[in-house]
């Protein structure tokens, strides 16, 4: 089985105040999790600066992208799979360049798979983890009441 973990992180650049949601799977940062996955596929591509380039997403994106898909009316479903964005673009604005997969509902465990670039749709992953359904929930919850949402 294997373990996630979700973060508050408070930044700040240029004056600003930032919140954003780090995602861990396995104890590593997803963020570079993707990056070494990535790599192969942009270099193929001549574009070797792109592996990764994605920021974890904003407090109030995560809510919207993750959250509020993954529980479109507050509940996991029993056997459910639905599609869900983890990280976005640098820039701020997550849809213009973003990472999304699929989360599935089993009895007793959450499965992610089917990691996608929609700009890279022949970049193939191969990534699928599994996480323990309680501590699963337990992790998302803490998110889900952080006070600044």
Do not use: H
Not at 28 to 47: C, M, T, V, Y
Not at 94 to 109: H, I
């Amino acid at each position: 089985m294997d373990s996630i973990k979700f973060y508050i992180n408070d930044y700040e650049v240029d004056g600003q105040s930032f919140t954003e949601v780090v995602v861990a799977i396995k104890g590593e940062p997803l963020l570079e999790l993707i990056r070494r996955r990535e790599q192969s596929f942009a270099a193929k591509d001549g574009q070797a600066s792109v592996a990764g380039d994605y920021a974890y997403l904003s407090l109030i994106d995560f809510k919207k992208l993750f959250l509020d898909a993954l529980l479109p009316n507050g509940q996991l479903a029993a056997s459910d799979e639905r599609s869900v964005v983890l990280l976005g673009c640098p820039c701020g604005i997550w849809g213009c360049w973003y990472l999304a997969l699929k989360a599935k509902f089993e009895a007793d465990t959450i499965r992610f798979s089917d990691f996608t670039n929609p700009r890279r749709k022949d970049w193939r992953y191969g990534l699928e983890f599994k996480f323990d359904r309680v501590s699963f929930v337990s992790e998302i919850s803490k998110i889900a009441s952080f006070n600044k949402l």
